[in-house]
């Protein structure tokens, strides 16, 4: 399989990291409120360079069946988040679908937009049949941006993780590829 990125949508570039991205990166990973329901984070420099430089060794294996991607805004070549698709059940054709994006790019339709742009490669090219993201309960910006791309809450994990020292209930979402057809 080619690589079938980069992803120009109509305001975003979804591309490979690079070295020089580490402080768009850091900007938004050091942020409290943008990991506050997800298990990394707040990042100091160290670790966000530790980060950035691990992902850039692994960015060079293809294929591969994780891919990170820079989403990049293309009106002023700023990073302002990331994007995440991974396989997690190869046999039955499930991959898992994540985001985080800077504080100051919430609520513009920054992270449906390039969600929306993994999901196509997913199923046409990589042939998955199914495609899960998963939230915390009380992270209504992630839930709501999973169900403006026509996923479906498939479930409601009552206390199933243990995350910064408390139990957390779990959303899960999923579209089918015949779904995904339809939108």
Request: charged letters at 30%.
């Amino acid at each position: 399989m080619e690589r079938w990125f980069p992803i120009e949508t109509k305001r975003l570039l979804l591309r490979e990291f690079t070295a020089t991205d580490e402080a768009d990166i850091h900007e938004y990973a050091s942020d409290p409120l943008v990991p506050q329901y997800d298990c990394w984070g707040p990042n100091t420099r160290e670790q966000t360079h530790e980060r950035l430089s691990k992902g850039l060794i692994k960015q060079q294996d293809w294929p591969r069946d994780d891919v990170t991607l820079a989403v990049e805004l293309l009106e002023a070549g700023k990073l302002i988040g990331s994007v995440r698709l991974w396989v997690v059940d190869d046999a039955n054709g499930t991959a898992e679908l994540g985001y985080s994006f800077n504080r100051s790019y919430w609520n513009r339709g920054f992270a449906t937009e390039a969600a929306r742009a993994l999901l196509d490669p997913a199923f046409r090219i990589m042939k998955m049949h199914r495609v899960c993201a998963t939230c915390d309960t009380r992270n209504v910006g992630s839930w709501r941006v999973m169900e403006k791309l026509g996923m479906r809450r498939e479930a409601h994990f009552v206390r199933d993780k243990l995350q910064r020292g408390e139990w957390r209930d779990t959303f899960l979402y999923a579209v089918l590829q015949d779904e995904w057809r339809l939108t």
